[in-house]
């Protein structure tokens, strides 16, 4: 048997970003301003966002040049490598064809590094001397305070509680980094005390998070804000990944059937699909294109869609999207870079289009998924991909049964080297699962902001 894998020279890395906007049968609805419920403009989002990112969230260009400043550091790791897992199929004995974009090459080990480093050079550029974030399971942490240091910037990071508390080498990686990092909630902000009031064991969220990290940002001219997620303009950076799948598939003579990916915010799953989204809507592809969120934090499959701010804190300006809820905490997972409220206002857009699918996983089968791929493939992945793999893999036992050689297509999205206490835990059969109850989803919905139809 002889591995596949796909490389392209660096000649062939991408020079432009894809913005999915022009190329849909309908714009998404406009970003609110929670006090006038009108479309925000430039200069609500100045106080948190440079000039050059703003511009790109609202962009109505079909492509963005991607700096030279950028691409030099990109070419650190970039482009990243296609593989065939063909020791996967064989021990699924399936006819299907999987093949998986490996973005866990990057100093981070994760696909975050794609947006992190753009953003730090556009805040540098305008002058800012720190960014704050947050962070789930530690990846979009660790990008950014990579991506900060190559522009001489100071960078500050709330990191969920839960995750603070399961993965303790991040924050270690964080530090070498020279980012400086904190457990949330915490007692630095208002948001946090608050929390902390309420409930002093908090596990924390990705909304409490941002809430702290905004908190800050607001409060200093010299501090701008950074999302890993969510955002238009995070997922037209990460976009670097599906056009470069599309050039190595192209070498590899292959047109996938399947896309599938994990979805949280969104950024990696948009980043693989939105190119080949592109393709089908230009009718050169047929292609399913499927997310796949965890079962414990399913703002897809059971969120409703409905405007909602960011943050638990109600800072942020009000998006269209699915939601569970702005104060919604969800169970502490593993995949701590999936346990997000909300999705990604452009792909619920998306998905309200019809133009994607979406399911949900627990945990355990996800684990299995990792478990099954590291023994065949010999790379461990973090939690968040295994729920794409879990579903690749329930795909090619489908075409076990029906005999279809379906070509699969994943974003690895990470590697799980920093995770290997969760794995320890499933290995070890202490891992549960964590499913959302209809009664939870109606708790949360109860506190979504009104906004008319």
């Known amino acids: 048997m002889t591995a596949t894998k796909i490389l392209l ?52 260009e079909r492509y963005v040049p991607i700096p030279d400043e950028v691409l030099d550091v ?22 299907a064809k999987i093949y998986y974009k490996y ?3 990057s100093p981070a080990g994760s696909h975050k590094p794609n947006t992190a480093v753009p953003q730090a050079f556009y805040n540098a550029a305008a002058g800012i001397r720190r960014l ?45 980094f020279g980012g400086t990092i904190h457990p949330s909630p915490s007692t630095l902000t208002e948001a946090g005390r608050r929390i902390l009031e309420s409930d002093p064991r908090s596990p924390g969220s990705l909304g409490i998070a941002i809430s ?26 990460q976009t670097v990944i599906g056009e470069e799948a599309l050039l190595q598939l192209a070498k590899a003579g292959e047109v996938p059937d399947v896309i599938v990916g994990c979805t949280g915010g969104g950024s990696n799953f948009a980043g ?34 409905a405007y909602d701010f960011g943050d638990t804190a109600g800072m942020t300006p009000l998006m269209k999207m699915h939601t569970l809820g702005h104060d919604f905490i969800p169970d502490p997972i593993h995949a701590g870079g999936l346990r997000y409220h909300g999705m990604s206002p452009l792909i619920s857009h998306v998905y309200e289009l019809g133009l994607i699918e979406a399911v949900a996983k627990d945990q355990r089968e996800c684990f299995e998924a990792g478990v099954r791929f590291a023994r065949s493939e010999g790379i461990i992945p973090a939690p968040e991909p295994t ?19 379906k070509v699969i297509l994943t974003a690895l999205c990470g590697h799980g080297h920093l995770d290997l206490p969760a794995y320890g835990r499933y290995l ?23 906004v008319p139809a």
């Not at 070890?428 to 009104?450: I, Q, R, Y």
């Open 9 to 60: 020279s660096e000649s062939e890395m991408p020079r432009n970003w894809y913005n999915v906007v022009p190329d849909l049968p309908s714009p998404p609805p406009p970003v609110l301003h929670p006090g006038t419920l009108q479309p925000v403009g430039p200069g609500d989002l100045a106080p948190l966002f440079p000039m050059a990112l703003i511009e790109q969230e609202v962009t109505t």
């Open 74 to 95: 990109y070419r650190l790791w970039r482009p990243s490598p296609l593989y065939r897992a063909h020791r996967l199929e064989k021990a699924l004995g399936t006819p």
């Open 103 to 105: 973005e866990g090459v």
């Open 132 to 176: 704050t974030t947050e962070t789930g399971a530690g990846q979009w942490g660790t990008a950014l305070a990579f991506a900060s240091v190559q522009f001489g910037l100071e960078c500050e990071i709330w990191q969920v509680r839960a995750s603070y508390d399961q993965k303790p080498y991040r924050k270690m990686m964080i530090e070498t």
């Open 212 to 237: 702290e990290a905004v908190e800050v940002a607001a409060q200093n001219a010299d501090t701008n804000y950074a999302l890993g997620s969510v955002l238009n303009h995070v997922l037209l950076h």
């Open 272 to 305: 693989l699909a939105f190119p080949f989204l592109r393709e089908k809507l230009a009718g050169r592809i047929d292609t399913v294109i499927r997310a796949v969120e965890p079962a414990a934090c399913p703002s897809l499959t059971k969120g409703v869609y």
């Open 387 to 405: 729920h794409a793999l879990a579903a690749c893999i329930e795909e090619a036992l489908r075409c076990k049964e029906t005999g279809e050689p």
């Open 428 to 450: 070890a059969g202490e891992m549960t699962d964590h499913e959302l109850s209809s009664e939870a989803v109606k708790e949360a919905m109860a506190k979504l902001p009104a």
